[in-house]
């Protein structure tokens, strides 16, 4: 291990363990595991169960969009997690899409503090009145013929107005309903980032691919998926923004240019010096047969352009 930060905030704290180069992160994990476990029992018992991650450059979103749209903010952000996201996440070679920016919605409720204090109402009672309230059961089951028919009991809460109608407590006798002592508002919640997109209110989509799979290829079908969205809902465009896969293919074709051109110049120049047609088109046709097969034995044992590159 070389470093360990950690960022902490309300509810919420990230530890970041760096390694040094070389370390094999699945046996890394499992140590950092072993080592939670032992102090388990001394986080905070109301603690959601803590989540590891494992994270290098490979990981980083390959493709980052933007959405804009005239819909609502809350419409904009329920449509692209609903109908966009798992659409791009069951591109072959996407590992997960990231969404930020846009409105969620929130049912907000907001306590009369006045009238709290003076019926002397615990919240915890409330908050557990209106938990029990908006929750769907099993009623046990009937038989019908050969089968037997699961009963359930629906109780979610399907507008504002039964949530307001919740009975969340009693005052000598006399029930007390949510909207006597409180507000409740169909809302957003509190935006934390803000994305814009030509000027405008947008959403930000991160791409990133699977481990091992080829960039180029895992951006050039999700550039196709998110070309047949655009065309399917025309009140959504995706723009992309980021496009790392781009970078790779000027590299490609630069590389492609400059053997061409190489390749073009060296022939020139022996015929110039050999003045014998026949040895020079002997040279020229071993140029590409020597870039073919070195190619073709890259291909074969398994090597990238990256590793050719490093090593010469």
Not at 285 to 302: K, R
């Amino acid at each position: 291990m070389e470093e360990i930060t950690s960022e902490s905030s309300e509810g919420n704290s990230v530890v970041q363990v760096s390694f040094f180069w070389g370390t094999d992160l699945d046996v890394a994990v499992n140590d950092v595991r072993d080592r939670l476990d032992r102090i388990i029992s001394q986080l905070p018992k109301e603690m959601d169960r803590r989540r590891l991650m494992k994270f290098d450059p490979s990981s980083m979103p390959i493709l980052i969009m933007g959405a804009s749209s005239s819909l609502d903010p809350i419409q904009l952000r329920k449509t692209i997690d609903e109908q966009i996201k798992y659409r791009l996440e069951r591109v072959p070679g996407v590992a997960s899409v990231d969404v930020r920016g846009g409105l969620e919605r929130e049912i907000r409720v907001s306590l009369y503090t006045n009238k709290i204090k003076a019926l002397n109402f615990p919240l915890n009672e409330i908050l557990n009145a209106i938990r029990a309230a908006n929750i769907t059961q099993p009623a046990g089951s009937i038989k019908r013929g050969h089968y037997d028919v699961t009963i359930r009991t629906p109780g979610q809460y399907s507008s504002v107005g039964e949530i307001g109608e919740t009975v969340v407590a009693s005052f000598q006798g006399v029930p007390v309903r949510l909207k006597e002592i409180a507000s409740v508002e169909d809302t957003a919640s509190k935006p934390t980032t803000i994305v814009r997109v030509n000027g405008g209110p947008g959403v930000h989509l991160a791409v990133t691919k699977q481990s091992g799979k080829n960039t180029g290829e895992v951006a050039r079908l999700v550039l196709a998926e998110v070309q047949k969205i655009n065309q399917e809902m025309k009140q959504i465009e995706l723009i992309p923004i980021i496009d790392s896969s781009d970078y790779i293919k000027r590299s490609i074709a630069s590389v492609g240019s400059s053997a061409f051109y190489g390749g073009g110049f060296a022939i020139l120049v022996l015929l110039f010096f050999l003045r014998n047609f026949a040895s020079t088109g002997i040279i020229a046709i071993a140029i590409p047969t020597s870039i073919i097969a070195t190619f073709a034995l890259m291909y074969f044992a398994g090597f990238t352009m990256n590793m050719m590159t490093l090593g010469g």
